[in-house]
Every structure is written in C-alpha cells, then in structure tokens.
C-alpha cells in the first residue's frame, strides 16, 4: 500500500513538473515572438498587419504605415510580375518599402501563409532582400520588403542601354559574387535549408551601392502553402529551369545551382534566355555559350557593352556557369562551392599582381 502511495504522489508530480513546463515554455516564446512582432489591426478593412521588429520599424510612425499600405494606387506601382504588383510606399517622407501585392488564396490557408512569411522574416543576410511585415485582409495580402533602390538585374542588364553600359564588368563580378553569397546562405546556412526555385534576374535586386539582393525566395512555397521547401508544384520560371525539373517537378537546390548558372550566362553575354533570336534559331542560351566555350571563343559571345574586361576573369565565370549548367545534376558543384570558386577569381588576381 506504502508503495502504491508513493508511486501515485510520483506519477502526479511527474505530471504537475511536465504540464508547468509546458505552461512556462509557452509563455516565453509568446513573449518572445512579441517581441519580435508588432501588430496592427486595421478595423476599417478588418485586415492584420504584423511588422517585425527592427531599430527602423520601433521609429515609425505605425497608424501612418497602415494607412498608406491600404491606400496604394496605380501611380504608386514600380513592378508586376507572375505574383501579383509591387508598390513604392514612403512613411514619414524618408523611410521607403516596395510593397507586393498578391491576391488572396482560400482561408483556410492563412496559418500556412502566416507561418512561411515569420520564417522569412527572421532571415537577415546582406545579399537577401529583408521582408519588414505583411499585411493579411479578407481579399488580398501584402508583402512588405525594404525598397532597392536600383531595381532589378534583369532591368539593368536588358533595359535601357545606358543602364546597361553602366554596368562595366567589376560591377557584374561583385553582383555574380553577391548573388551567390545569398543563394548559398538559403541553402547552407537556413535550418531548414531553403530552395529558391525562382532565381533568375528579375529576382536579383540592387541596393544603393549595387550589391546584390536576392528576393522572392520562399515566395513558390508560399503560394502553395501546404507543401514543403520541396514539392512537385510546378515553380520557376522558363528559360531558368533545369532539365530535370521538367521530369520530375521537383524543386531541389541543385536546380537553383542550374538557374544561377543561367543568370551567370546573362551577365557574361548580357542575353535573355529567353531572346527572340534563340528561338527564330531553335537555339537556347545555354546551348549556344556551351558550343561556344567547347571551342574556347568565349569572346565572340561576350556582352558587347563590356569594355576592357580581364579576359582571364571572364573565361573563369564561363567556365564557372559551364558547370552549374551541367545537364547531370550529381555533375553540378553546390551553391557554396560555386560561391568559393567565383571569390577564387579575384584573390587569383590579387596573388598576380603583388
Ligand atoms: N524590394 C524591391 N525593391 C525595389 N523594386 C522591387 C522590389 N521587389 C520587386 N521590385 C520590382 O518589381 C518588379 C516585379 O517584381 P516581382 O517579384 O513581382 O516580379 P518578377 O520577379 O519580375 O516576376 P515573378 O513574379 O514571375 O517572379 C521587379 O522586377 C522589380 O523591378
């Protein structure tokens, strides 16, 4: 009897220290994740903004965000693509946002989505776009990124030609650098580690000193929200995607690796994959610098906009994409060997001239 008395009054303490645990652990990580968040309702529209916290969001003026990320217009827009608009917002006449718009899934989606975009805003990296908040309403939701202020890549390499001649070829190296940098942190550094499956140069932001920006990621995953990182959802855009995807559909970060290849052929010959003139051929991108580099005349398809560039550099990132465009994914290097191999160029050169 003794001993069934003392194996209850051990069971129940068993499960009083359990559930107090569990109580304490909770409180801690509301309290934590309030201190990462800010929420505002909007009782006008009955939407929620939640803004994570930053030096930058404890100084603004919040009811002001509010408003104007209600209230965008036509005349605000700077960019639409296959996810919806994005919009130019100030507050407070300094602080900028670009704000996307992405039409509104079914309801019962909304933990999903919520959940994706806090594991987007806890990943901070010089080379990826910061998401500051979203913003969920009964039709639509927004996304609230720090604004680039030079644009895309893609606007840069295949918009007006004076933009493009202002990027010479060490603007092009430090961008192919900065771009593999963010990439290679998604995959390396995240837990869990995270596949882009969209990167192409519409994706690859500039910030005021030209560095680049990756942005977007996560946004494929999103749009699906009850898949995982990897899914047989059909992502990416043409042009960009791996060979094997198209057996497949499955999203892996080899096939990033092939897609930053494809922004690296971009860069050296300043063509879209996409050209019209690849298509009148029946050619592709990647097929055309292949033959070219096998015949090392990598000169003849280089950007004819880039003036006095090494040659050395430039045959080093050709080969470079040469591997990540690999047609047998196992072949491809990873995005942190990729990265080793292009920051290789420039500490070969310092070695040179010293
Ligand atoms: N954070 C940002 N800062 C400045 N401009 C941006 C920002 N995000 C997007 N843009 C601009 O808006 C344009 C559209 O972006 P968006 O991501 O919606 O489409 P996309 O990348 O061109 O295509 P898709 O939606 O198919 O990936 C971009 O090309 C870019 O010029």
Known sequence: MGNARIIVLYITVCCIAFVTSKVIISVLLYKRWKRKHSIYKDSFSGGKMVMFTSPMMQSLNSDALLKKATRLSNKDVIGSGGHGTVYRLTVDGSVAFAV???NRGSADQDRGFERELEAMGDIKHRNIVTLHGYYTAPHYNLLIYELMPNGSLDAYLHGRLKEKKLLDWPSRYKIAVGAARGIAYLHHDCIPHIIHR???????????????????????????????HVSTFVAGTFGYLAPEYFDTGRATAKGDVYSFGVVLLELLTGKRPSDEAFIEEGTRLVTWVKAVVLEKKEEHVLDSSLECCSLDEVNNVF??????????????PTMAEVL????QIKSDKLVKES
């Open 340 to 343: 080793k191999m292009l920051e």
């Open 198 to 228: 969209d990167i192409k140069s519409s994706n690859i932001l500039l910030d005021q000193n030209m560095e680049a920006r990756v942005s977007d990621f996560g946004l494929a995953t999103l749009m699906e929200p009850d898949k995982t």
């Open 100 to 102: 996307k718009r992405l």
């Open 319 to 332: 080969s470079i994409a040469t591997m990540c465009l690999e047609s047998e994914p196992s072949k491809r």
